[in-house]
């Protein structure tokens, strides 16, 4: 797979974290902003964490994409030692 791009925002690259959808511009991983919105954080908040590297807009583009189930963005289970 090469280069998709979805919406203003977002991108997914085989050769960019293993093909997972990210932040355009970025190697930040859609599934982790939106576990911060999960978690209570706005938009504007998530922005500042990540030192304004993804704007507002992204953030809020990334929700309303997930939310329509135009994209489908689960987080990686870490596998634990046995």
Request: net charge positive.
């Given at each position: 797979?090469?280069?998709?791009?979805?919406?203003?925002?977002?991108?997914?690259?085989?050769?960019?974290?293993?093909?997972?959808?990210?932040?355009?511009?970025?190697?930040?991983?859609?599934?982790?902003?939106?576990?911060?919105?999960?978690?209570?954080?706005?938009?504007?908040?998530?922005?500042?964490q990540y030192r304004g590297i993804i704007k507002p807009a992204a953030v809020r583009e990334a929700l309303s994409l997930t939310r329509r189930g135009v994209v489908k963005e689960v987080p990686v289970k870490s596998r634990t030692a046995a």
């Amino acid at each position: 797979m090469a280069r998709i791009e979805i919406g203003k925002y977002l991108a997914a690259d085989t050769r960019v974290c293993a093909g997972r959808l990210i932040f355009k511009g970025s190697r930040i991983l859609v599934s982790d902003a939106l576990e911060l919105v999960h978690a209570g954080y706005s938009a504007e908040a998530i922005a500042r964490q990540y030192r304004g590297i993804i704007k507002p807009a992204a953030v809020r583009e990334a929700l309303s994409l997930t939310r329509r189930g135009v994209v489908k963005e689960v987080p990686v289970k870490s596998r634990t030692a046995a």
